[in-house]
């Protein structure tokens, strides 16, 4: 009650200064929102801690005190360096390759007959399943984990962009066509922009999908970087460190997600800006 | 050349001196629908030419096949004397769905042609910058399409057929999508723009009041197969205040000439 109540206020004193400042108050609204929203989660969290649901479950509080213990001995910081290396390779390698199989299989029908059926079947498959035998194949070093990471990310990205790419706005590439644009600039300046809304769909699951591939690879083939930071910590019964981490793992996903989000709506859909 | 203006018609006119369009023989067929038999048509230069007639009697399909936008089964378009069979500089196109990006400004959108020939952002602006003021549209520069009503969408369309400076201006019903109050503002400002502009325009519509309003000669086109039944040039004064041609007694009795010449193929 009290938070609908605020939020009324807020847009109300927000959105009458100016007419220029609409979309600075569009902005600012949904902010407030979310930090009520977080503070709203924490507060379940620490009476479910307090209660206790489970001796195995922490407070909110208990948590944030060993985030920052970890934090400062340095064990989250060296998780991550292992971690990230896979994970930010796999993603990268999946977004482009993604993005560049997708529009090529969007545009192209044979490769659509080839390719597409691959990814269809790996996207329905549990891929987790591949994961032993990545393992067997690479072994257990950064190859093994990086494959991990695409197997999961790859597929919703090339389905993504090539449904995206396939769907095109038929009366923009005539128009495209009709004011003498080559191919090329039928590709980079009209199909892309056209299909960035379903191929960032496509890449902010995708990433999703490669961090729930790293943590996996993490779990299962070498316990290194923030898997085992958390399976060290389960060991040990020290539960608020390992929900610390899987937290701070959330947290980074979710991060990047926003990010991501925030990329596509500056360089590619402007218009989409404040709406 | 007099086969187009000898057809029979209240009106019959003699063929064109100076035509920069020229149609011979085109044909075209879908499957086992026929839209086009042997269309021979010519458009005189600097004058607005109306294909005029009931859905299914091929008026966009021939519009698109002077474009270069679709291919004839036969015949040829000729653009200045010489033959073509795709988009070329010397023709702009605005479309019925207006065809806008998006994500792009009216500006972007306006440029875009002259962005696709590479001409320099600084250059092409300050040209688009002139159609824009020049269709009415002064200060909407930065606005997206998604901000502009039906009727400013179409006037950023025929900014951008504008600013790449085509001798010839197709276009495939660029007020169907259009309200009506706008769609009169716009005519009047088409007009205008006409008189401004030393270009020829190629219209195409289904209604009659408009092809009369704005058209130095209408083709009327008959369905199934498309041929073209009659050529008609409305000698109405244009010259004066627009609102009035409504009421001249000349353009009424074409409008209604038009329509008992046209009800035989309304069922």
Not at chain 1, 50 to 76: N, Y
Request: charged share 20%.
């Amino acid at each position: 009650m009290a938070v609908s109540i605020r939020t009324d206020g807020e847009a109300a004193g927000l959105a009458s200064p100016s007419t220029r400042s609409a979309t600075g108050a569009s902005w600012d609204q949904p902010i407030l929102l979310r930090l009520v929203s977080i503070a709203l989660f924490a507060g379940i969290w620490e009476v479910a801690g307090r209660i206790p649901v489970s001796f195995a479950f922490p407070t909110f509080s208990d948590t944030i005190v060993a985030f920052f213990g970890l934090l400062a001995d340095g064990s989250l910081a060296t998780a991550y360096l292992s971690t990230l290396q896979p994970l930010v390779l796999g993603v990268v390698l999946s977004a482009f390759l993604g993005v560049g199989l997708g529009t090529i299989c969007g545009l192209w029908r044979t490769g659509e007959w080839l390719v597409i059926p691959v990814f269809i079947v790996l996207q329905a498959a549990p891929v987790a399943a591949f994961i032993p035998m990545v393992t067997f194949v690479y072994g257990i070093g950064m190859t093994a984990k990086t494959l991990a990471v695409m197997i999961l990310a790859l597929p919703v990205i090339v389905l993504n962009t090539y449904k995206a790419v396939h769907n095109v706005n038929e009366s923009l590439l005539v128009m495209c066509r009709s004011f003498l644009g080559t191919n090329w600039q039928t590709v980079a300046k009209i199909i892309l922009p056209d299909a960035s809304p379903v191929i960032f769909a496509g890449l902010r699951l995708g990433v999703a999908a490669g961090f729930v591939g790293v943590v996996l690879a993490e779990l299962l083939i070498t316990p290194t970087g923030i898997g085992d930071l958390i399976t060290f910590h389960r060991s040990r019964a020290d539960y608020a460190e390992m929900y610390a981490t899987i937290a701070s793992i959330i947290a980074l996903s979710t991060l990047t997600l926003v990010f991501l989000q925030w990329v596509e709506v500056r360089v590619f859909r402007p218009e989409s800006r404040g709406v | 050349m007099g086969a187009t203006a000898l057809r029979n018609g209240p009106s019959p006119v003699p063929a064109p001196i100076d035509s920069i369009v020229e149609v011979r023989g085109i044909s075209k067929t879908y499957g086992n629908v026929e839209a086009l038999r042997s269309i021979d048509l010519d458009f005189p230069r600097g004058k607005l030419t109306s294909l005029l007639g009931p859905s299914g009697c091929g008026k966009t399909t021939l519009l698109k096949i002077i474009a270069g936008l679709i291919r004839a089964d036969g015949g040829t378009v000729a653009i200045n004397g010489k033959h073509v069979t795709a988009p070329g500089a010397e023709r702009a196109f605005v479309f019925q769905d207006f065809a806008l990006m998006p994500w792009a400004t009216v500006m972007r959108n306006v440029a875009f042609g002259l962005e696709l020939r590479g001409t320099n952002k600084a250059e092409r602006e300050e040209i688009a910058r002139r159609y824009i003021a020049e269709v009415g549209l002064a200060g909407f520069e930065d606005k997206y399409p998604h901000q502009l009503s039906g009727g400013m969408r179409q006037r950023v369309g025929l900014a951008r057929a504008l600013s790449v400076d085509a001798d010839v201006l197709l276009l495939d019903e660029p007020f169907s999508a259009v309200d009506e109050q706008n769609r009169r503002k716009f005519q009047e400002d088409l007009i205008r723009l006409r008189t401004n502009q030393n270009k020829t325009f190629i219209f195409v519509t289904h209604s009659i009041e408009e092809a009369v309003y704005i058209s130095d000669r209408i083709v009327l086109l008959s369905p199934r197969p498309g041929r073209v039944s009659q050529i008609i040039e409305p000698e109405i004064d244009r010259s004066g205040d627009p609102e009035r041609i409504h009421r001249d007694r000349h353009y009424l009795d074409t409008v209604e000439e038009i329509w008992q010449g046209l009800k035989q193929y309304v069922e």
